[in-house]
C-alpha cells in the first residue's frame, strides 16, 4: 500500500492511523514499549518509508503576482472599512513579495494608507520610508510624501498611552547563581528531582520573584500576520522574512536574532507543514540545540541524559539558566498517561526527521555511524519535549486600536526555569508575560518557610467552579494532576471570612473598583487589592479573595500592555 502524505497529517497521528495497516500500526505499538524513546520515531520513519509515500513539501515562494493579489484584496476591504482583514492581506502581501520587486513596495505604500486611516501614525511614517529605502516608485512618490507630511503634522497627537513606574522590576537583590531569580526565595531540587522554590522571608502580594526568557516561542496560526514571529509582541507594523512567506518580525533585531538561533534552517520547510504549535517549539528547540553544540557527537551524547538523569547529575544554573546550554532538556520524566502523546507524536517526529534529510550537510555523512545516531539523538530530544515537556501558554494583553479597550491573546513558549515549577489549583503566585519575557509575581502574603506555587490555570477566577472542574482544566493545560490538599479532601477549603476580615474588606468596593478599571485608574487599584489580599490571604477560595484577585489580574493586564505596548487594529 502506499500512502500520500498531506501537510494537514501532522497535525495529528490519528490522520496516519487511518493511512497504515494494522500490522505496521502494532509494530509502532511495540516500539513504544522500549526504555529509548528514539526506538518508536525510527520504527515510524521506517514504516512510512516502506509505505512507498511520496512526501510533498510543495511552495510556491514568494511571487509578484500573489502578493498584488493579497494587496487588491486588501484594498476592497480597506474601502469596505474592515481595517483588521485589510492589515492582514497587507501584511500576507509583504510576506509573498521578492525582496527587490516592486510589489514590496507597493505593499508598504498600501499598508501606510491604512496605518494613516486608523492614526498609526508613527507606523504610517515607518511604512513609507522603507519604501522610499527600497527605491519608491516614481509614480506613487508624490502621493507618498504628502502622505508623511500629513503623518507627521499628527505625531504628537498620537493616542495616549500610559506613563507608568516599572511595576515588574525585582525589587530586591537577586541571587548570585541565577540573577533573574529574587533573594527573597531559595532554589533547591527536592528529594523527587523537582524544582522547589521556597520563601526566606515574607513576601507581599505583587511583589516580582523572578524573570525569565523564554528559550523558544511559538505564535498561534491565526496570529502568523499580527506578531513578531520571535520575541511575540503584537504589533501592526511587521517586517517580513526576507525567504520565507510565513514568519513577520518586529524589527530588524528579532529577524537576526532568529535567524542565527533556527530560523535560517526552519525557513525552507516551515511554512508548508500544518504543524502545531507545541511542534513548531520543539522543532525550533532542536534546531536551536543543533547550532549551539560544537559537534553531533556532543548533541547525540546530551541525548542520552535527559530528564531526571540529567536533573541528578547538573548543577542549579545548569538546569534552570536558559543560556545554559542543555537546561531545556532537563523537564521531570514522571508524568502519568505518556502512551497517547508518545503515538500522536512520532509520527510528526519522524516526519520532522526526514524533513531535514533534504538538507545538504545537516546529517553526518550517510557512510559514517554517525548518521543514524544523530537521527536517533534528535528523535530522543523530540520525544521527551513532546511527552515531558512543559510549555507554558503565554498570555498577552492586547489594546484594540480604534475601539481603546484591552484583549487577550495566546501563545506558547518554553521557559526553562518557570516550566519546571509546581503547579496547583492553590497557589500562591502568577506567572505573567511581557511577550517572550516572563515575570513570576506573588498572588498574595507567602510566609517563609512557604513553597512558592504557581497556577496552571491562567486568567480570572470563578468562584462558582468546582474543584473537580479546576483539576481537569489544569489536568487538560498541563497534563499535571494536582495533589493539593484541598483536591484530596485532606484539607478544609477556608471560604469563611473572619470578622476583622470582613470589616476590613467592607472599606473596598471591589466590583465598583472592577469595574471602573482603566488606564488611568490601574495603578492605583492594584495597590489596593494587593492590601486586601495580603488580609485574605488564608481564604483563598473566598468569593471576596476571588473578587479581589480579579481586580488584581485586571490591573496587571492594563500595567502589562504599558509595558508592551501591544495594539491590533479592529
Known sequence: MSIRIDKKMLSRGMLYHKSIDQSKIERIYNAMASDDLADVVMTT????????????????????????????????????????????CYNKALC???KDGRAIKLAYSNRSALFLKTKCYIDCIKDIDRCFALGCPADIEKKLIKRKKEANYHVPSEFYKMKCKDYFKIKSPCDTILPSISSQIKIEINDEYELKLTAVEEIKSGMVLAHETAYVTSIHPEDIYSACYYCLKITPCLLPCDTCCYCMFCSETCKI??????????????ENFSFRPVSLLIIKTILKLFKKVNSWPELIAASKLLGTERIKNSSLKELL???????ILSFPDNKPFVYGPMYNSCFECAEIINCLSEFPHFYPSKNTSEYIEAKRALARIMMHLHIFGMPSTVIQSVYVQNKNKLTLKASAAFYTCFGKMKVSCNSNAEIHYLN???????????????????????????????????????????????????????????????????QFYRQFNIIRLTNTCDHNRAPKFYDEAKKIMDVLNDVPFSDEYIETFNLFYKCLVILTNATTDNTIIA
Not at 452 to 479: E, H, M, T
Open 45 to 88: 520513519l521506517n514504516i512510512l518509508e516502506e509505505s512507498g509515500g511520496s512526501i510533498e513539501h510543495p511552495s510556491n515562494g514568494k511571487l509578484e503576482l500573489e502578493s498584488d493579489g493579497l494587496r487588491t484584496i486588501g484594498n476592497d476591504f480597506f474601502n469596505k472599512g474592515d481595517y483588521h482583514a485589510s492589515l492582514q
Open 257 to 270: 536574532k532568529c535567524f542565527d538561533e533556527y530560523h535560517d534552517i526552519e525557513c525552507k520547510f516551515i
Open 436 to 502: 517572550n519575557k516572563a515575570v513570576l509575581i506573588a498572588k498574595h502574603k507567602i510566609n517563609p518557610g512557604e513553597e512558592v506555587i504557581v497556577s496552571g490555570l491562567n486568567g480570572p477566577q470563578n468562584s462558582d467552579q468546582s474543584q473537580q472542574g479546576n483539576r481537569q482544566k489544569l489536568f487538560q493545560a498541563k497534563k499535571y494532576v494536582c495533589s493539593c490538599p484541598t483536591c484530596f479532601g485532606t484539607a478544609e477549603r477556608l471560604t469563611t471570612l473572619s470578622d476583622k476580615q470582613k
Open 96 to 98: 509573498h513579495a521578492p
Open 321 to 327: 539558566n536558559p543560556d545554559s546550554l542543555f537546561s
